[in-house]
T-cell receptor, first 113, second 114 residues
Framework: DVKVTQSSRYLVKRTGEKVFLECVQDMDHENMFWYRQDPGLGLRLIYFSYDVKMKEKGDIPEGYSVSREKKERFSLILESASTNQTSMYLC????????????FGSGTRLTVV | AQSVTQPDIHITVSEGASLELRCNYSYGATPYLFWYVQSPGQGLQLLLKYFSGDTLVQGIKGFEAEFKRSQSSFNLRKPSVHWSDAAEYFCAVGATSGTYKYIFGTGTRLKVLA
């Protein structure tokens, strides 16, 4: 069964901490994405990557960075966590053509206190 | 630029009743169209997709959706809802060229009454 695995389901961090959210896919997908999900706002794209070491900003990149050193792994970094970054974070991956849809991970619920 | 609208934030139906969730999109051509379902605390699971051909597409869990170009709609339907269908449903649209990003609607939360 194909999978996108997010390393943590729940995470609690303190304001100002540097936070790493990890995502690994085993489908040899070219594209990987990080979304955050908040009630009433749906899914908002933070960053995406279409190849190793390549990245592009999404709609809400401020306060975040990403790293993709290997094809299967895409990391989201909160440089200095703030309470307004408390959210559900979803990782997804897809083949480059885009017609097959995304495969999502189970999500990481991050709370910043 | 493409966009997608799900006009219903919440829908409540009785178990065994039929269901239709609405999705309207804006795009210059026929886009890729998707419906996803999200159970509480989980990621999103693909229910079905459309990108060409027959405008009525079948998906998993007994769901179907119909693409109507004239109405720019891609509504999700199920003839008889089960209590386990209670979840949040997201419509998504993707461009057929130039980008791999999808735009998601804000979701419709379905409640099923026993």
């Amino acid at each position: 069964d194909v999978k996108v695995t997010q390393s943590s389901r729940y995470l609690v961090k303190r304001t100002g901490e540097k936070v790493f959210l990890e995502c690994v896919q085993d489908m040899d997908h070219e594209n990987m994405f990080w979304y955050r999900q908040d009630p009433g706002l749906g899914l908002r794209l933070i960053y995406f990557s279409y190849d190793v070491k390549m990245k592009e900003k999404g709609d809400i990149p401020e306060g975040y960075s990403v790293s993709r050193e290997k094809k299967e792994r895409f990391s989201l970094i909160l440089e200095s966590a703030s309470t307004n970054q408390t959210s559900m974070y979803l990782c997804a991956s897809s083949f480059s053509a885009g017609a097959d849809g995304y495969t999502f991970g189970s999500g990481t619920r991050l709370t910043v206190v | 630029a493409q966009s997608v609208t799900q006009p219903d934030i919440h829908i409540t139906v009785s178990e065994g009743a039929s269901l239709e969730l609405r999705c309207n999109y804006s795009y210059g051509a026929t886009p890729y169209l998707f419906w996803y379902v999200q159970s509480p605390g989980q990621g999103l699971q693909l229910l079905l997709k459309y990108f060409s051909g027959d405008t009525l597409v079948q998906g998993i869990k007994g769901f179907e959706a119909e693409f109507k170009r004239s109405q720019s709609s891609f509504n999700l339907r199920k003839p008889s809802v089960h209590w386990s269908d209670a979840a949040e449903y997201f419509c998504a649209v993707g461009a057929t060229s130039g980008t791999y990003k999808y735009i998601f609607g804000t979701g419709t939360r379905l409640k099923v009454l026993a």
